[in-house]
């Protein structure tokens, strides 16, 4: 978390950040990042919600009503650089309302269906493929994500419903944009933006972080 806030600090376009904080943490992120001499913007931290849309929507709640764009980011990608920061809300502030970060796909990807599956002698799950898309025209989806603040409040209310379950809400704020019938467009993402989420990729981030040092 607190690599993220100081590249979101460090790029120059951020003027506050708000952080979201899992239910009784607020007070101790709030010294953590708030004391941090590199994290040179005003903070402000608020409970999040069950899921990571009711956090953002919350996140925008705190959020002041004079910034026109708003930047969605998780701090789970805490290596993403600060040129990508700028790169996306340069994008947002050159008219296209909705920008997220994307690097192409290099692995074929298969389409499956959970209906038609078995399981193997030794519990093996067997998958049925039903297709083989394009991978010219897939891009894996990094944040921050950017948007005019007007959209991006209209997405959170009329998706509002979808937010106290993970089963139904929205993995990203894009998906609930593109809900509206609004197009969303994507620009040059980084590998340095990768998510942790498991021992691996806490292995590569340190990896990275040495480069950086």
């Given at each position: 978390?607190l690599?993220?806030?100081?590249?979101?600090?460090a790029?120059?376009?951020?003027d506050?950040?708000?952080?979201?904080a899992?239910?009784?943490?607020?007070?101790?992120?709030?010294?953590?990042v708030?004391?941090?001499?590199h994290?040179?913007?005003p903070v402000?931290?608020?409970?999040?919600?069950?899921?990571r849309?009711?956090?953002?929507?919350?996140?925008?709640?705190?959020?002041?009503?004079?910034?026109?764009?708003?930047?969605?980011?998780?701090a789970?990608?805490p290596?993403?650089?600060?040129?990508?920061?700028?790169r996306?809300?340069?994008?947002?502030?050159?008219?296209?309302?909705?920008v997220?970060p994307?690097?192409a796909?290099?692995?074929?990807?298969?389409?499956?269906?959970?209906?038609v599956?078995t399981?193997?002698p030794?519990g093996i799950v067997?998958?049925?493929?039903?297709?083989?898309?394009?991978r010219?025209?897939l891009?894996?989806?990094?944040?921050?994500?950017?948007?005019?603040?007007?959209?991006?409040?209209?997405?959170?209310?009329?998706?509002?419903?979808?937010?106290?379950?993970?089963?139904?809400?929205?993995?990203?704020?894009?998906?609930?944009?593109?809900?509206?019938?609004?197009?969303?467009?994507?620009?040059?993402?980084?590998?340095?933006?990768?998510k942790?989420?498991?021992?691996?990729?806490?292995?590569?981030?340190?990896l990275?972080?040495?480069?950086?040092?």
């Amino acid at each position: 978390m607190l690599h993220a806030a100081r590249r979101l600090a460090a790029s120059g376009v951020v003027d506050r950040l708000v952080v979201t904080a899992p239910a009784g943490l607020a007070e101790a992120i709030a010294d953590i990042v708030g004391r941090d001499p590199h994290v040179t913007v005003p903070v402000r931290v608020v409970d999040g919600g069950p899921t990571r849309q009711a956090s953002v929507a919350a996140g925008l709640a705190a959020a002041d009503g004079d910034d026109d764009v708003v930047l969605v980011h998780d701090a789970a990608r805490p290596l993403a650089s600060p040129g990508l920061v700028r790169r996306v809300t340069a994008a947002v502030r050159s008219g296209w309302p909705a920008v997220v970060p994307g690097v192409a796909v290099t692995d074929t990807i298969k389409r499956v269906s959970a209906a038609v599956s078995t399981t193997a002698p030794g519990g093996i799950v067997v998958e049925r493929v039903t297709g083989t898309p394009d991978r010219s025209e897939l891009r894996a989806i990094q944040t921050p994500q950017g948007f005019e603040r007007a959209l991006l409040q209209r997405a959170h209310s009329e998706g509002a419903a979808r937010a106290g379950a993970d089963h139904l809400a929205a993995t990203d704020d894009a998906g609930l944009v593109e809900a509206l019938g609004e197009p969303v467009h994507v620009v040059a993402g980084e590998q340095a933006a990768l998510k942790i989420t498991t021992e691996h990729d806490l292995v590569v981030a340190g990896l990275l972080l040495q480069d950086d040092a």
